[in-house]
């Protein structure tokens, strides 16, 4: 179960087809009977089916869902079918197909490096951040969820994550530890470190999850060898150019989670919408 609003969906909706599709309406065949069958080109992980439904029936299209997000597809494996009229179909399958091979390509890029990090070290989690492209959190998040990944942060108000950008505004970030898990005591207080000995500095602080920004492999492993006999249920966590080709490597530096955008930017998946004059 993943919210997203009506609101959302018709104003995709309204982007694209403001108020008529002149070229179903110039040829005269709106009122036609047909069928759209949706399917990959490729084996993906799928994601964005149920929004694609929605975009449909909100357009007066019935549709059936043979594959809901978060399933693996073979090629031409069917997903989605939905049926209508020309002009209901027309209307917005472009904007099905989008969301749908926009959002397959992250579920898809999210599974692979999972896969990856998981062959390596089972327990490990795949968390993605909140650069995602301006106005596609809800598609981008829920595309992540389907691949397997767990959220690393949906807004600012949701977690308490100290950069260094926050502390050239104090003089001494260590000694503000103890008072904002007073003010927050239901939150993990987290901080990035550039380097391993500001994240040791952090870990004795009492920071409780560790950030690991762009750590070498040999300075994340020795950390993390270090770090645990010292606090067993700090959360460590590497950030900075992680993605599938190396997922494993960091994995087997003993971090507990990725940290990544990578899954976000990437080619889209290429699902085919086949259509059919009932």
């Not at 065949?29 to 029936?57: D, Y």
Request: proline content about 4%; some cysteine.
């Amino acid at each position: 179960m993943f919210y997203i609003s009506d609101r959302y969906v018709e104003e995709l909706i309204h982007e694209d087809l403001q108020h008529m599709d002149l070229t179903t309406m110039a040829m005269g065949i709106e009122e036609l009977p047909g069928r759209v069958e949706c399917f990959p080109k490729r084996e993906c992980t799928l994601a964005g089916v149920e929004e694609a439904a929605r975009i449909f029936e909100k357009c007066g299209a019935k549709t059936e869902i043979f594959l809901k997000s978060g399933r693996r597809a073979a090629a031409g494996e069917i997903c989605l079918a939905a049926s209508g009229t020309a002009g209901q179909l027309h209307g917005c399958y472009k904007l099905a197909q989008n969301v749908m091979e926009y959002s397959s390509g992250i579920a898809t890029r999210t599974a692979a490096m999972l896969a990856a990090a998981r062959a390596v070290n089972p327990k490990i989690h795949v968390a993605v951040t909140r650069k995602h492209f301006p106005g596609g959190k809800a598609l981008s998040l829920k595309a992540a969820l389907a691949g397997g990944a767990s959220l690393h942060r949906l807004g600012l108000s949701d977690s308490i994550l100290v950069f260094d950008q926050h502390r050239i505004f104090t003089e001494d970030f260590a000694a503000l530890v103890p008072r904002m898990a007073a003010a927050f005591p239901e939150k993990k207080i987290e901080a990035e470190a550039d380097c391993p000995e500001e994240a040791m500095r952090w870990l004795r602080a009492g920071v409780e999850m560790i950030q690991c920004e762009r750590f070498s492999l040999e300075e994340l492993a020795a950390f993390v060898k270090e770090a645990k006999p010292l606090n067993p249920r700090a959360v460590i966590a590497a950030a900075g150019g992680v993605n599938a080709e190396n997922a494993a490597e960091f994995a087997a530096a003993g971090v507990d989670i990725l940290v990544t955008s990578w899954v976000y930017f990437g080619k889209p998946e290429d699902i085919k919408m086949k259509f059919s004059r009932a």
